[in-house]
């Protein structure tokens, strides 16, 4: 039996909101009614899993269709800055980004206003 469309090997996901949750759990289940048996939501017109690149390629072409061109690594940036102005814990962000060293994560947390929302109240 495939996991769940948001599962990781530790278990459900702790990153996604309800909504979110819902959705792809809609088109998972979307995708087992057509016969495609796979662990992965979104794949491509051969069946198989999106790879990093084809993703990358699909979002530049979307941004540059709406005229609003950007490196796609910027939208990893922008999770991570997302992410932590919402308060996620930042040994939770390490692990979500994938990053080695928790420095690098660091750098996110810096930027949040998280700490400092009621610093004048």
């Not at 909504?19 to 016969?35: I, P, Q, S, T």
């Not at 939208?75 to 308060?87: D, I, K, N, Q, V």
């Not at 206003?113 to 004048?120: L, Q």
């Amino acid at each position: 039996m495939p996991a769940s469309p948001t599962s990781t090997k530790t278990g459900a996901s702790p990153y996604l909101e309800r909504d979110e949750h819902k959705a792809l759990g809609e088109l998972w289940r979307a995708n087992a009614k057509k016969g495609i048996k796979s662990d992965y939501v979104f794949l491509n017109e051969r069946g198989q899993p999106f790879g990093r690149m084809g993703i990358g390629r699909m979002i530049e072409r979307a941004g540059e269709s709406a005229k609003l061109p950007f490196p796609v690594h910027m939208l990893r940036h922008s999770t991570g800055y997302a992410l932590a102005a919402r308060g996620m814990d930042t040994r939770r962000l390490q692990h979500y980004l994938g990053h080695a060293s928790i420095t690098n994560t660091v750098r996110y947390t810096a930027m949040s206003p998280e700490p400092f929302k009621d610093i004048w109240r």
